[in-house]
């Protein structure tokens, strides 16, 4: 079975600094998505980033950047130049096969500290 | 575009009464998945459906069930409520471009008493 893991339950991070979130993940699929989940006290969940497996190159969207290791089934995020809107819970996703077939981990919620 | 819409965004119930969410995807979005989320089970697939059917389901009891119409708007239901059903329910959206990418509704907050 499919399986998301985020060892860091709470992390923080001081204003203008990089945080890096970790995430794992358990499959015997070879062509998936893996993305990064923000939700902030609001509620609303939004994509941060994504990656296709089968690209090599690390997905970057601005101060957000991932590190993909395909054979650790590793996958990343690093927040650069941290901000205080960044403080929320973010979740790791990973997706395969036709549709909508979702697992997200645990979440991680990250303080930012001004 | 507007976003994905869920009414009602709170709702409180007896244990034992059924419940009726609704979900507007974005215009064009085919696609409607609904998640549930707990503190301590994390955000729990439920269900998908896409075209009025359901493609994909999560390991959730019979009293769970949704539907879909042709507008592709979406509505999950529980009866018999019980206490652990409180939770905050989302919904999302997704278009037919791969990689799926999932736009989430504000969610509808459950409380059974």
């Known amino acids: 079975a499919q399986t998301v893991t985020q060892s860091q339950p709470e992390m923080s991070v001081q204003e203008a600094e990089t945080v890096t979130l970790s995430c794992t993940y358990d499959?015997?699929?070879?062509?998936?998505?893996l993305f990064w989940y923000k939700q902030p006290p609001s509620r609303q969940m939004i994509l941060v980033i994504r990656?296709?497996?089968?690209k090599q190159q690390n997905a970057t969207e601005n101060r957000f950047s991932v590190n993909f290791q395909k054979a650790a089934k590793s996958f990343s995020l690093k927040i650069s130049d941290s901000q205080l809107g960044d403080a929320a819970m973010y979740f790791c996703?990973?997706?395969w096969g036709y549709g909508q077939n979702f697992v997200f981990g645990p979440g991680t919620r990250l303080s930012v500290l001004p | 575009k507007a976003g994905v819409t869920q009414t009602p965004r709170y709702l409180i119930k007896t244990r034992g009464q059924q419940v009726t969410l609704s979900c507007s995807p974005i215009s064009g979005h085919r696609s409607v998945s609904w998640y549930q989320q707990t503190p301590g089970q994390g955000l729990q697939f439920l269900f998908e459906?896409?075209?009025?059917?359901?493609?994909n389901k999560g390991n959730f009891p019979g009293r769970f069930s949704g539907r879909q119409f042709s507008n592709s708007r979406s509505e999950m239901n529980v009866s018999t409520l019980e206490l652990g059903d409180s939770a905050l329910y989302l919904c999302?959206?997704?278009?037919?471009?791969?990689?799926?990418?999932?736009?989430f509704g504000p969610g509808t907050r459950l409380t059974v008493t």
């Open positions: 459906y896409f075209s009025e059917t359901q493609r």
């Open positions: 990656q296709e497996a089968y």
């Open positions: 999302a959206s997704s278009g037919l471009e791969q990689p799926y990418e999932q736009y």
């Open positions: 499959t015997s699929e070879s062509d998936y998505y």
């Open positions: 996703a990973y997706s």
